[in-house]
């Protein structure tokens, strides 16, 4: 069924506006050259240029929209059990990893079955502590809150999942303060680094490009986080997404912009694929 709905869409792709024109030739009737036409005037040069470049962004939103399309209906004819059994394999291979062990500060997602994404809810109560007095063995966990429609998300600490509530779409996130009115941590804020991002997602291939929901907050969020940790000299943490089998797509589907981030690793149901050099590195 995967197969049909991703050949189905590379044949919807075809049809949308190549990401770039192509430049346009002509054979010189003389000399038999090939000479690649050039624009009447320099000063028409930056407007055809602007152009082009809006004409690339919107035919790669095209296909991401239709990509987007195919995948949710991918998901949606996930049966219970399968969600069940993916969701597990994927979580237990987080647990027993020695990279997620050996993690003392992480950015994780809450997630949302309405949403269909990989559960997340072992990995947090992992990551909180159980009890009182427990607390060494808990990991500084930030999960994400969404401040507007305009990009802007914040990873939030928490200590216990009573520190979630619900938002206007229903979705759990972090209230702004703790009970006794402080400000919570904000990982942006926070004194050191987070070693490791566990990422959901639309869409994502062997290469690591991401496929996201299409609000960009996730890739607005990376690219300052990554930006922090060049200006104080951190390590840059591991960007490692979950992705049930559905999800996974051949080389090349995925389309990109200038501001996808790609992610270092994927999760799946059948183990860890390290992707990037980091990866290589710490998750062998």
Not at 73 to 78: C, E, G, M, P
Not at 120 to 137: D, F, H, V
Not at 185 to 197: Q, R
Request: proline fraction near 6%; hydrophobic fraction near 40%; glycine fraction near 4%.
């Amino acid at each position: 069924m995967i197969k049909n709905a991703v050949a189905s869409l590379m044949v919807r792709l075809h049809h949308l506006p190549l990401a770039a024109p192509t430049p346009t030739y002509r054979r010189h009737h003389h000399h038999h050259a090939l000479r690649l036409l050039r624009p009447a005037s320099a000063s028409a040069r930056p407007v055809a240029a602007a152009a082009m470049s809006t004409a690339a962004e919107q035919a790669v939103a095209d296909q991401k929209r239709a990509l987007r399309t195919e995948v949710r209906k991918a998901l949606k004819a996930l049966s219970p059990d399968q969600r069940a059994s993916e969701d597990l394999a994927i979580q237990t291979t987080i647990l027993e990893s020695s990279w997620f062990k050996e993690s003392k500060r992480l950015c994780a997602y809450i997630s949302c079955r309405q949403l269909r994404e990989v559960d997340t809810s072992k990995i947090l109560a992992e990551c909180l502590p159980l009890n009182p007095g427990q607390e060494e063995l808990a990991k500084d966990l930030y999960v994400p809150r969404v401040e507007d429609k305009n990009r802007n998300m914040r990873m939030l600490r928490i200590t216990t999942m009573d520190d979630l509530v619900k938002n206007s779409m229903n979705i759990l996130e972090p209230s702004p303060v703790d009970a006794s009115g402080n400000d919570r941590e904000d990982v942006l804020s926070a004194s050191s680094p987070v070693d490791l991002f566990l990422l959901p997602g639309q869409a994502f291939d062997r290469t690591g490009r991401r496929l996201g929901r299409g609000g960009g907050y996730y890739d607005t969020f990376l690219l300052k986080y990554q930006e922090l940790a060049k200006e104080k000299g951190w390590n840059r943490p591991l960007l490692v997404a979950l992705s049930y089998s559905v999800q996974i797509m051949d080389e090349g589907v995925i389309p990109v912009n200038s501001t996808d981030v790609h992610i270092d690793a994927l999760v799946t149901s059948s183990g860890v694929i390290p992707i990037s050099p980091a990866a290589l590195e710490r998750m062998q």
